[in-house]
């Protein structure tokens, strides 16, 4: 299993970034996925989930500024982030749910995750 998380980098309050994580090593069309993120000294923290079908979850955090999708055809889930601000500032990592619940717990194989700053 290997996941590439790219796309973070530094933006300003209100700014937008995307997120791509590249799946491979198994049967992606068939697995949820996730996003979660990590800030230095802070637990993980669960963003958004993707159904194989589409359905979408997301934390409160979340809600009307990001937007998940998936393209089973590419491997790939995105993560689109509108409305930044300073406190989604963290390392970003793809995940892989290891059972029906999209929060967690995922399976432990790990990207090297992707940093978004948010910051003027």
């Known amino acids: 299993v290997q996941l590439v998380e790219s796309g973070g980098g530094l933006v300003q309050p209100g700014g937008s970034l995307r997120l791509s994580c590249a799946a491979s090593g198994f049967t992606f069309s068939s697995s949820a996925m996730s996003w979660v993120r990590q800030v230095p000294g802070k637990g993980l923290e669960w963003v958004s989930g993707i159904y194989n079908d589409g359905r979408t979850s997301y934390a409160d955090s979340a809600k009307g500024r990001f937007t998940i999708s998936r393209d089973n055809a590419k491997n790939m889930v995105y993560l689109q982030m509108n409305s930044l601000k300073p406190e989604d500032t963290a390392a970003y990592y793809c995940?892989?749910?290891?059972?029906?619940?999209?929060?967690?717990?995922?399976?432990?194989?790990w990207g090297q995750g992707t940093q978004v700053t948010v910051s003027s």
């Open positions: 995940a892989i749910p290891v059972g029906p619940d999209m929060r967690g717990p995922f399976l432990g194989s």
